[in-house]
């Protein structure tokens, strides 16, 4: 497995688990299990999910010892705010199974971001987290969370994949030293990702398939990446991307792909933000 350095100094599996979506709790258990015993060792889930106790279950029942592990969930932003984000962290600890998270993440950049950090900065220094960040924050509202807040996030996590890049948005976080990590590396499945033409051919030349050429593009960008799916045979296609390299003849072909949009939501509409309020 190959590691990032987050600018904490604690390391974090370049390639990970994702679970969202995976409401079927007996199938999310089963696909976190065959992910932890294909080689997995990151998990990436969240309170948003529903899926906590499950994907706890399941490294329960792996035996893998913990410090092996680095385990990712999400503050939702109903729980936000010093109190609610202070709860809401236990709850899922509790959920989880476990006495520590190695990653703990702002959802959405909403609501009472601050007060939701405060807590998260103080069971941070309490070594109840091993490192604090944050998912779709915009370059500037990153920018004014680093500036007034004491602990700087390691990561933003943002919907990145060969239609939505985030060329320039890479290069601020590389420029801040904050880790880029990409959620719905294949769009979720539902851009036609699997069905590009460029990314079949380059697919059929390293004798690999779209989806690994896909996983190893973003991990050659240095982005951490978590892949989901619930069948076994692609947890193992996705997590075997580390015995072929992309050329920069590849590299540059994939970024003629990028629409630089997103491919679900624009989290800068006010409709998006009201929206996002009335989910649980
Ligand atoms: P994804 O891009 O990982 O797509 C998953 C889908 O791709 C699967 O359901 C399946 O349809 C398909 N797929 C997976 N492997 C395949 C393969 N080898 N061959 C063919 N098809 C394959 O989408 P995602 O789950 O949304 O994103 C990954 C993870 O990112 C999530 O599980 C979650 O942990 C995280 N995420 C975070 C946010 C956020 O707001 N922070 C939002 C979405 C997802």
């Not at 399941?58 to 680095?70: D, M, N, T």
């Amino acid at each position: 497995m190959q590691y990032v350095t987050l600018n904490n100094g604690v390391k974090m599996p370049i390639l990970g688990f994702g679970v969202y979506q995976m409401t079927d709790l007996q199938e999310c258990e089963r696909s976190v299990r065959d992910a932890l015993e294909i080689g997995y060792r990151s998990i990436d889930t969240a309170a948003a999910y529903h899926n906590e106790e499950a994907v706890g279950k399941a490294i329960k029942e792996s035996g893998i010892p913990r410090e092996e592990l680095f385990i990712t969930t999400k503050l939702w932003l109903q729980d936000a705010g010093y109190e609610k984000a202070k709860k809401a962290f236990e709850t899922s600890l509790r959920k989880l199974g476990l006495d520590y998270l190695d990653l703990y993440l702002i959802h959405q950049p909403f609501n009472d971001v601050y007060g939701s950090w405060r807590a998260m900065e103080e069971l941070y220094k309490e070594g109840k987290i091993r490192a604090i960040g944050v998912s779709n924050f915009r370059a500037d509202r990153l920018m004014d969370f680093m500036l007034y807040n004491e602990v700087k996030p390691v990561i933003n996590q943002i919907e990145t994949h060969p239609f939505f890049q985030q060329i320039e948005n890479n290069k601020f976080l590389r420029d801040n030293n904050v880790q880029h990590e990409s959620w719905a590396p294949f769009g979720q499945g539902k851009l036609n990702v699997f069905d590009n033409k460029l990314l079949i051919d380059i697919a059929k030349k390293h004798n690999k398939t779209v989806a690994q050429i896909v996983l190893r593009w973003l991990i050659q960008r240095d982005i951490v990446v978590i892949p989901k799916s619930v069948h076994k045979e692609r947890i193992a296609e996705n997590f075997n991307v580390f015995d072929f390299e992309l050329s920069n003849q590849d590299m540059e072909a994939i970024k003629t792909l990028d629409t630089n949009a997103s491919g679900f939501l624009n989290h800068t509409d006010p409709e998006v933000v009201k929206w996002f309020s009335e989910l649980t």
